[in-house]
């Protein structure tokens, strides 16, 4: 007789019972749990699958010149990317596709074809929306777009230096958009769409969050003063076969750069052919021995000590001076002495020398660290240099005279403008800015009032005395400057190259109240000469007076008018008058 199982143990058979009914339960209660009282769990998990958090992009914040005029703009731009293997299922039309972007169809399609397997690639970027849309019409599977913004720089080359560029992301790159590319960016926002498994856009639900636009920003540049001073710069360049140049021009109340261009430039809205050396801005980043340029503030120190009059007298025949194995030259021989200003105007370096002697390199030192040389210049530009000012436990002769008048030493253009602004600013120094100042900014009196003074006066002379700077003059206005003329020092050995120099010029107008101060640099000048005063002094006179006219400023050097005395006769014939 055969027995079951379960009527011997009847145990078993109940427990497996119970098992199954709490299985039952436990199933029926996560349903219901599921269903009434955890329901976002299914949705969270259901919206996991099919909802999306798409960016929206911010809109880059402008940047303008000082009066409004704008230097960088964000323009809308359509991004088309594809689904690779969607786009299989319409090989037909790739032709047509490649025709629409502008490609050639064998390569695109070998493209394609290499991609087939990703589920995102992007096409082409920075589309107009009208020439985008023209290819979504083509209606071709695996096709999307995506709204983003371009950056347009309407100032073009002209203004590349100081503006720089952003990259294909739209994050700055180069210039004040790399410095300030978090000002500028904004904060990108969110929007809620549904789409299926393929992830084809379904429906649009919402935004989650807003896109935040970037912050505007004032440059200190004049628009104006720019393109004249990228004109007189370029036509210098051509005119004497130059290598390179920067200009830099400052209001020397402010400190605000007004101007700052540079040659070779780019234009940063085609950079295909782009060439990496002329994207760089020599007026920052290029350093320099300034040569003659520095005599002036050696000048200062010599008036500063209490030592030297503008009158007092400097033995300076036979135009050279041994200092040991180094022999100090002057261009312009002189047969006789010559007082601190014609030491100034014939550029003596003998003069300058002896001068130096007589107050120590410390002293000159002391005046050059003042008015901000080897040191940097706050204005936080990505990849300025400061520069290199020398200073010795012991000054020998040699370090003291090459330093008087401009070498062993290392500059960049704008750190040679703010010095020079700091002269035409009664001896005070203000911090240098980039972008539009709102109210004066502190100064701070670094060289006696009176002496700045003095040598305003002096440098008023180069140029307006016989045999000065003649080139440098400004009709109507007074100015003043000093020209340089340095050898370049040579890369791949000690000493200095053969026939190669720089052409300086630095100075300020007008000198009844100064208000611009101007630093020319020209790299190399091939034909015509190469001189400061030959070279970089005639662009000078024509940008500071195309300057002080655009900015009002009154003429202080106008010539009187004759005035013509007319006899009035009264000819009395016949009674009548």
Not at 4 to 21: D, N
Not at 412 to 419: G, K, M, N
Not at 429 to 458: C, F, H, N, W, Y
């Amino acid at each position: 007789m055969i027995r079951l199982e379960g009527a011997l143990y009847p145990w078993r058979f109940r427990l497996v019972l119970l098992l199954l009914a709490l299985m039952v339960g436990a199933i029926v209660w996560r349903m219901v749990d599921l269903h009434v009282v955890d329901h976002d769990f299914l949705k969270a998990h259901g919206d996991a699958r099919s909802v999306r958090h798409i960016p929206i992009p911010a809109h880059r914040g402008l940047v303008t010149d000082r009066n409004g005029e704008p230097l960088a703009v964000s323009t809308p731009v359509t991004t088309l990317w594809a689904n690779g293997k969607e786009l299989q299922a319409g090989k037909g039309q790739w032709p047509a596709l490649a025709a629409a972007l502008g490609q050639e169809a064998q390569g695109f399609g070998v493209r394609l074809q290499a991609n087939a397997e990703r589920e995102f690639m992007y096409l082409v970027r920075g589309l107009t929306p009208e020439q985008g849309q023209l290819v979504l019409d083509l209606q071709v599977p695996g096709v999307y777009a995506i709204e983003e913004f371009r950056r347009f720089y309407p100032g073009g080359e002209v203004t590349a230096h100081v503006v720089g560029f952003t990259d294909i992301d739209d994050r700055g790159r180069e210039g004040m958009e790399l410095a300030f590319d978090e000002w500028l960016a904004g904060v990108p926002g969110k929007r809620q769409v549904l789409k299926d498994r393929r992830g084809r856009l379904i429906k649009d639900v919402q935004v989650t969050q807003n896109a935040k636009a970037g912050k505007a920003l004032a440059l200190s540049i004049d628009l104006r003063l720019q393109y004249l001073a990228h004109r007189e710069l370029r036509n210098a360049l051509v005119e004497f076969g130059a290598k390179a140049g920067s200009l830099v021009m400052l209001d020397v109340k402010t400190g605000e750069v007004l101007a700052m261009v540079n040659q070779p430039t780019y234009n940063p809205n085609n950079r295909r052919n782009l060439q990496p050396a002329a994207m760089r801005n020599r007026a920052m980043i290029d350093v320099f021995e300034p040569g003659s340029t520095m005599k002036p503030f050696s000048m200062s120190a010599a008036l500063a000590s209490g030592r030297w009059k503008p009158t007092d007298t400097v033995d300076v025949y036979p135009g050279t001076l041994r200092i040991g194995r180094y022999t100090i030259r002057d261009v312009s021989r002189s047969s006789g002495p010559l007082s601190l200003t014609e030491i100034l105007i014939k550029s003596s370096n003998v003069g300058m020398s002896k001068v130096a002697f007589d107050i120590g390199g410390e002293s000159i030192y002391s005046v050059m660290q003042q008015v901000g040389l080897g040191q940097d210049t706050g204005l936080g530009f990505p990849g300025e240099r400061v520069g290199n000012l020398p200073n010795y436990r012991e000054w020998r002769k040699a370090e003291t005279a090459t330093l008087s008048y401009g070498y062993g030493l290392s500059v960049t253009a704008v750190q040679l403008a703010h010095a020079y602004s700091v002269l035409a600013n009664g001896g005070r120094s203000v911090p240098l800015s980039l972008t539009r100042m709102d109210r004066k900014p502190d100064d701070v009196q670094v060289i006696p009032e009176a002496i700045a003074k003095t040598m305003q006066g002096m440098l008023q002379q180069v140029i307006e005395a016989p045999g000065g700077v003649f080139r440098a003059k400004v009709p109507g206005y007074h100015v003043a400057g000093k020209s340089g003329t340095a050898r370049k020092v040579s890369t791949d050995s000690r000493g200095y190259r053969e026939n190669a120099y720089r052409s300086l010029f630095a100075g300020f107008g007008p000198v009844n109240d100064p208000r611009i101060a101007v630093a020319i640099v020209i790299d190399e000048p091939s034909k015509g000469g190469y001189y400061g005063g030959l070279v970089s002094a005639p662009v000078f006179g024509k940008v500071m007076a195309g300057a002080l006219r655009l900015m009002n400023v009154v003429p202080d050097n106008l010539t009187p008018p004759v005035e013509s005395q007319a006899t009035a006769v009264n000819v009395v014939k016949g009674g009548r008058i």
